[in-house]
């Protein structure tokens, strides 16, 4: 899972890719065939890469890749057609993994999702995404974990539950003034 579009992968280059200093710039974009640029402004970004996605982009790396080469591509060196691979590839997948209703822009919300449930900034979600507001990050991408709101509402009734934190001190002349 990764915070690109599917265009966006699959204009992605060798050359442009830095997995000394695990940086991925994303500076155009394919559709059906054809490179354009990036959906907007904000979608021009280097997002940085994790050590999982170094290690698999080391190891599909042709030994001598030409710096033009697509990283997805055909054997013909074209740009893969992506409702082909979500045919052909995702679906089948997903069927196998018991998952249904993926699709690549599923991905990118369950990315943005994750990135939230895991504490990470609304501003480095939006960055990450190439989204042109925080607005469309939080009230589009944005969805809520079911294990996520169990913990919310555990971290609500924790201190409505537990013995008061006054009642835990014995030398009430030594006490913190903001526990009395």
């Known amino acids: 899972m990764h915070p690109l579009r599917i265009g966006e992968a699959l204009a992605l280059c060798w050359g442009a890719i830095d997995l000394e200093r695990g940086i991925l710039p994303v500076t155009r974009n394919v559709y059906d065939g054809h490179f354009d640029e990036p ?12 050590a999982m996605s170094i290690e698999v982009l ?11 080469a697509l990283v997805f591509s055909t054997d013909k060196g074209t740009p893969f057609d992506r409702h082909n691979l979500v045919n052909r590839q995702l679906k089948p997948t997903c069927k196998r993994l018991g998952l249904t209703g993926v699709g690549w822009h599923w991905l990118r919300h369950a990315h ?28 589009v991408y944005l969805h809520s974990i079911p ?34």
Request: glycine share 6%; aromatic share 2%; charged share 25%.
């Open 147 to 180: 294990a996520g709101a169990k913990a919310a509402v555990q971290k609500v009734e924790d201190p409505v539950i537990r013995p008061k934190l006054t009642q835990d001190v014995l030398d009430w002349k030594t006490a913190s003034s903001l526990i009395q």
């Open 39 to 50: 959906k907007s402004q904000r979608s021009r970004r280097s997002v940085p890469l994790g």
């Open 112 to 139: 943005a999702t994750l990135l939230d449930a895991v504490g990470t900034p609304l501003g480095t979600a939006q960055a990450l995404l190439g989204h042109s507001s925080s607005e469309i990050t939080r009230e």
């Open 58 to 68: 080391s190891a599909l790396k042709p030994a001598r890749a030409k710096p033009d």
